[in-house]
Every structure is written in structure tokens, then in C-alpha cells.
């Protein structure tokens, strides 16, 4: 047997490995360097992480709108349950206590689905922006299928957007944001907030009116504060995505 059949299996690719380490050896061509993008192998492995994202997108809303029901259930069960006894009590101050701990709590659980739907925006954006890289990988392919698309091709942050909506300044995006399950969580725990002021503060004696305006003042400054903390999230999350593939006016 000679020497060059007595020699164990993996031993070129060591060679290989080895001369591209000595000076001035070429490096060797990655295995991708001459793959053809119309080859239906590579048309097949950008449809399933199409399909993955889009799996991605249907889990995240899923979540996020069950999150949104279960805390719309759990307020009005506590609205429920505090109506029962206050028709058996009244509205003592007993009674305050007890609707002062139920709304902390509806509080609280406020805050953290605000949290979690803020994290599923994120998520949801990023697979936009994944899925538009992969629009444009199929318009590489077959670039005459432009006119066909009606979703975002490029990687950009203003062209992910656009499938959310086009109301992205001004009064327009202030209304489009009380449509979102964001800015109605938002609203709701604001009043959450201001009605858990002015229980707190009827409970421990003090005067009708300077107790409502204190929940309204409460109320209002924790919606600015929520909705500028909302803001401040989905920007970062924009700020995150990098653009590869812009428009060409951008490029």
C-alpha cells in the first residue's frame, strides 16, 4: 500500500486547513462563493425562513393578544367584584381600602403586559425587517415580479414601517397609536393609575375635591410618562435594525 493511500480520512482538508495558514498561501473559496441564487435549492431554504417568520409573527401576536384579554378580564372581574361589595357594604372606607389594593394590583399587572406587549412589538418588527430582506432576495432572482409586490423589498427602518401604517407623523400617528394594543394599554393603565390615587387618597380622609384632582393630575402625567417610555422602546428597536438593502435613493 503506498503512502498516499495509508493516509487517514480528513487528512486533505488538514492540508488545506494547514497551507491556508502558511504565508502567502491563497485562502481557499468559501463553499458559497459560486452557489447561483436561482438555484431552486437556495429558493427553498429562503421560503422556509420565510415561513418561520412568519410563524414568529402569528406566535407573537397570539401571545400579545392574549395578554391584552387577560388583563381586560381581570379589570372587569375586579370592577365586577368590587360593585358586589359595595352593594353589601357600602362605600366605606373599608371599602376604599379594599378597592385601593384590587386597583394596585390591576396596577401592576397593567405594567408588566405593557412590558411584555412593548417586547412582542420589538419581536414583530424584527421579522418584518427579515422578511423584507428576503422580499428583496426573491426580486434578485426574478426582478420582473417588482410590479407584484405590494409589501416592503428594501431593509430600511422607513420602508419596514410602511407595514404597519404610513401614519408615522403628526396627528395621524397620535391616532393610529390609541388604535394599537400598545396605546390602549397605555390609556387604560393611566386610569388605572388616577383612580388608584384617588381611592388612596378618599381612604385616608381627604376631601372630594382636591382628591379628584389629584387622580386626574396622577392619571394624565402616568399616560405622558407611558406613552414616552413607549416611544423611547420602539425607537431603540428601530434604532437596532441594520439596513442592508435601503432604497437606491439611499444607497
Known amino acids: 500500500m503506498s503512502e498516499q493511500q495509508e493516509r487517514p480520512l480528513g487528512s486533505a482538508a488538514s492540508d488545506n486547513a494547514l497551507s491556508s495558514e502558511l504565508p502567502g498561501a491563497p485562502s481557499p473559496a468559501p463553499p458559497w462563493a459560486e452557489v447561483d441564487p436561482r438555484d431552486p435549492g437556495v429558493l427553498q431554504i429562503l421560503a422556509a425562513e420565510h415561513s418561520g417568520l412568519l410563524s414568529a409573527r402569528s406566535l407573537v401576536y397570539n401571545e400579545s393578544f392574549a395578554r391584552v384579554a387577560s388583563f381586560l378580564t381581570l379589570v372587569s372581574m375586579s370592577f365586577v367584584g368590587l360593585a358586589l361589595v359595595a352593594q353589601a357594604r357600602g362605600f366605606d372606607r373599608d371599602f376604599l381600602v379594599l378597592a385601593g389594593i384590587a386597583l394596585v394590583f390591576d396596577l401592576l399587572i397593567g405594567l408588566a403586559t405593557i412590558a411584555r406587549v412593548l417586547s412582542a412589538v420589538d419581536e414583530d418588527l424584527r421579522a418584518l425587517h427579515g422578511m423584507s430582506r428576503l422580499r428583496h432576495a426573491y426580486l434578485e432572482v426574478a426582478p420582473y415580479l417588482r410590479p407584484y409586490f405590494t409589501t416592503p423589498v428594501n431593509d430600511d427602518v422607513g420602508s419596514v414601517l410602511k407595514s404597519y401604517s404610513e401614519a408615522q407623523v403628526g396627528v395621524a400617528a ?78
Do not use: K
Request: aromatic residues 8%; without cysteine; proline residues 5%.
Open 174 to 251: 397620535v391616532v393610529y397609536f390609541f388604535s394599537t394594543s400598545v396605546g390602549l394599554m397605555v390609556l387604560i393603565v393611566s386610569v388605572l393609575a388616577g383612580l388608584a390615587t384617588g381611592v388612596g387618597l378618599s381612604a385616608a380622609g381627604g376631601d372630594v375635591g382636591p382628591t379628584v384632582g389629584a387622580g386626574i393630575a396622577f392619571g394624565l402625567t402616568s399616560f405622558l410618562g407611558l406613552a414616552l417610555l413607549a416611544r423611547r422602546s420602539i425607537l431603540a428597536g428601530q434604532a437596532a435594525l441594520e439596513s442592508r438593502f435601503p432604497p437606491p435613493q439611499n444607497q
